[in-house]
């Protein structure tokens, strides 16, 4: 890989850290506040609410300036939104800033692949952006507990730097303090990114006209037979993470009879699964491979099914890294190829705000099924069928799509196509 990859890397991992720790220190501040229950919940809704309101307009404005200086701008504007909650503004309207600077970095995190490496190297690149992502999904979690956590608030605030006051004296101001460090050291790596030299045609500046133009860009990526196949399996997995998120925590209450707190980490248990998934399909699936992964997704369903079997914590940890680990070998080379496509189709911002826009509106549709689930009172395990069943079933229809499409149209033959 190229030196400027793992300066990438670096930048995503600690802007990733940081909005992580941040929203566990968002509910911190929400409890402080006294706020209802309800109100947790909807921090992730309005930072997920940005990828979709802004999707199109982030990929014009990716492809309007080098990538590496869209990342830095972009982490800036997270650096405002906790600023915000350190100046008493609400922490759902801080964090929907946040979402809207997340919404803005990731086309030029995800486009400058497309710049900077070769075809054959994308998905070994995806691999590692996503295993890394996870990671700090973990780490970022972890510390934004510790840093809620009474014992080290209080050494935070005791904290004193030689002849600077930071007047810091609540617990939640000394979290935003350490979390604002992890968005600076993003902001360095920003700087260190090397410029591609990759140019796009000027960017359109009118709302109505991007509007227009992102709409048709959704179009081509859709009637693509390649894109349509990629783009349905990622869409549906993002929103089936999502929603898996809360399934995990309501099953571990109910049949290992865990409290919250604890029922929390087998969500990185999950993780690490998926950080094992995505690390080995880096390392043994091609790109002109990646459509062969599919079955996996089918498998991944059935497996998320047996867990209305397991009632031991020593069964339910093999279990989750393997639907973790096949969740992560399944949707990684499925993004290099979709990410590929988008750049063949179109520019590389565009590709991925189209495939933001797509995921984003699988998470806030599959959370509201959820959630409406859960209101009619419907048992955590007839959920957990359902949802399983609904997986294997969607992916097996679009494995079914995709050897219609090939009988009418060589799909290898579209990889190595070049259209701009």
Partial sequence: MKSGFYTIMAAQFFSSLADNALLIAAMALLTFMQSPDWMSPLLKLFFVLSYVLLAPFVGAFADSLPKGKVMLITNM???FGCALMFFDVHPLLAYAVVGFGAAAYSPAKYGILTELLPPEKLVAANGWIEGLTVSSIIFGTVLGGALVNSD???TLIGFDFPLIDFNITTPSEAALCVITACYAAAALFNMRIPDTGARYKHQQRNPIKLVTEFAECVTILWKDKLG???LGVTTLLWGTAATLQFIVLKWAEKSLHMTLDKAAILQGVVAIGVAVGAVAAARYVPLKKSLN???LGV??????ITMIFVHSLWVAYPLLILVGALAGFFVVPMNALLQHRGHVL???GHSISVQNFNENLSVLTMLAIYTLLNTLEIDIMVIIVLFGLFVSSTIYGVMRK???NQREHDSLAL???HKH
């Fill in 77 to 79: 504007i997270k650096v």
């Fill in 152 to 154: 080290v608030s209080k």
């Fill in 228 to 230: 349509q196949i990629t």
């Fill in 293 to 295: 992964v599919m079955p």
């Fill in 299 to 304: 498998a991944m369903g059935l497996v998320v």
């Fill in 346 to 348: 179109m520019s590389a």
């Fill in 402 to 404: 995709h050897a219609a």
């Fill in 415 to 417: 990889i190595g196509e």
